[in-house]
């Protein structure tokens, strides 16, 4: 089964990599751009996408400064 | 320097796949102890008094740095040496690895300008009461490199404020000094126990005047006085 987890810095967490695309955004000339995030994507085929969290929990994330998502059937 | 039974104090350094400070590290020990490499993949630590995790790119900080190391076959004994009360000396990236293990509080971000700083800063003894810190004065200022991208230390304010209630908070960025955006100025930081203290400065690139410091000395030696004057079985 293909799972897709999607990892981002949690909420309240200074994300200077987002602020740093959020600035150069309007140099290019996208304006309107607000409250942008940079995260990983980690892809995965698993035979039990039920322990996918446990692996987020230990490995994929860090749950001290990230959250995550798991989609599960991801195409 | 009191000696038992003529057993000399021995600091093992770790060497994971993609450490690059080992080498320095060995050298900064061996200035006041023996000092031996131990490889990542072994289990038995040796019989060492004292455990150093050196800076570098262990595993090529792949997925988050220090997140792959922890899984190391050395760091099952280093983290059951920690939980014994054994001193364990984590160094920029070996800081990174122990609190991916859990051996410390926290984690290491980004730095908030996002650049890799190399430069020397100044920091100051928060807590001269620990096994890395005692041959130092309280607030004493010491001049130590920093190099590292991901330096920014991060925890929850309940737990920064349980840290500095707690002494754990042994080393902080003097005034104006702190690169990276580290909460509480934090440079250094022991777990609750004391004796696990991981920083960001390069204690061991501070330990000879050709190099323009020898402040980073202190952390070597105070290790090596309290393993020598505590109880050796032989």
Redesign the interface.
């Known amino acids: 089964m293909k799972v897709r987890v999607l990892i981002r810095p949690k909420e309240g967490?200074?994300d200077?990599?987002g602020q740093?695309v959020e600035r150069a955004l309007p140099a290019l000339g996208f304006e309107g751009v607000e409250s942008v995030h940079v995260g990983r994507l980690v892809e995965l085929e698993v035979a039990d996408p039920a322990r996918v969290s446990e692996m987020c929990e230990q490995?994929?994330a860090?749950p001290?400064?990230e959250d995550y998502e798991v989609q599960v059937g991801a195409q | 320097m009191r000696r038992f039974a003529g057993v000399r104090m021995r600091f093992g350094v770790v060497r994971f796949p993609g450490s690059c400070d080992e080498v320095d590290a060995l050298l900064a020990c061996r200035r006041f102890a023996d000092a031996e490499i131990l490889w990542h993949r072994e289990r038995d630590l040796r019989g060492v008094g004292a455990v150093v995790l050196p800076g570098g790119f262990s595993y090529g900080d792949y997925l988050r740095v220090g997140a792959i190391a922890r899984f190391s076959p050395v760091m099952e004994a280093v983290t059951e040496f920690a939980r014994a009360g054994g001193p364990v000396l984590g160094i920029c990236n070996g800081f990174q690895v122990l609190c991916e293990a859990g051996l410390l509080p926290g984690a290491l971000l980004p730095n908030t300008g996002l650049r890799f700083l190399c430069r020397q800063v100044d920091v100051r003894v928060g807590n001269p009461d620990t096994v890395f810190t005692h041959a130092c004065a309280r607030a004493e200022r010491l001049s130590l490199p920093v190099k590292h991208g991901a330096g920014r230390f991060y925890a929850p304010d309940y737990v920064l404020d349980q840290m500095e209630a707690g002494g754990q908070i042994a080393l902080r960025y003097a005034e104006g000094h702190n690169p990276n955006g580290s909460a509480r100025d934090a440079a250094g930081v022991t777990n609750e126990a004391g004796n696990v203290l991981g920083l960001m400065p390069h204690p061991e690139h501070a330990t000879d005047p050709l190099t323009g410091s020898t402040d980073g000395g202190k952390l070597f030696a105070s290790v090596e006085q309290v393993e020598n004057e505590a109880p050796v079985l032989v």
């Open positions: 967490i200074l200077p990599q740093a490995l994929l860090n001290l400064v």
